[in-house]
Nanobody, 125 residues
Framework: QVQLVESGGGLVQAGGSLRLSCAAS????????MGWYRQAPGKQRELVTA???????NYADSVKGRFTISRDNAKNTVFLQMNSLKPEDTAVYYC???????????????????WGQGTQVTVSS
């Protein structure tokens, strides 16, 4: 079973930094795009940033110049470096991966999307 496990959230003052990590594990053939989404209370989940296996990235306008996404393909891990954090960055951050893996009872490569469990990021003013 393919799983994504996140780490690195927490409480930080405005202007501070945090680094999130997300590791994919299980029976994985390849991972295409990995990304980070966030969901603030009372709001819809939104895309923060994403990175392809080739290293192409895109960012939400609200985080450009402050957040940086990177990945270690050998370790199936994606990172999110968050600098100059603002109170409006407060949210639960979710890792997402688009990948080829196997499901229980079937050895054939299967296209799937997986989500992490979410990690809380709180920025105080």
């Amino acid at each position: 079973q393919v799983q994504l496990v996140e780490s690195g959230g927490g409480l930080v003052q405005a202007g501070g930094s945090l680094r999130l990590s997300c590791a994919a594990s299980g029976s994985i053939f390849s991972i295409n795009t990995m990304g980070w989404y966030r969901q603030a209370p009372g709001k819809q989940r939104e895309l923060v940033t994403a990175i392809t296996s080739g290293g192409s990235t895109n960012y939400a306008d609200s985080v450009k110049g402050r957040f940086t996404i990177s990945r270690d393909n050998a370790k199936n891990t994606v990172f999110l470096q968050m600098n100059s954090l603002k109170p409006e960055d407060t949210a639960v951050y979710y890792c997402n991966a688009d990948l080829l893996g196997t499901i229980v009872g079937d050895t054939r490569p299967t296209h799937m999307t997986r989500w992490g469990q979410g990690t809380q990021v709180t920025v105080s003013s």
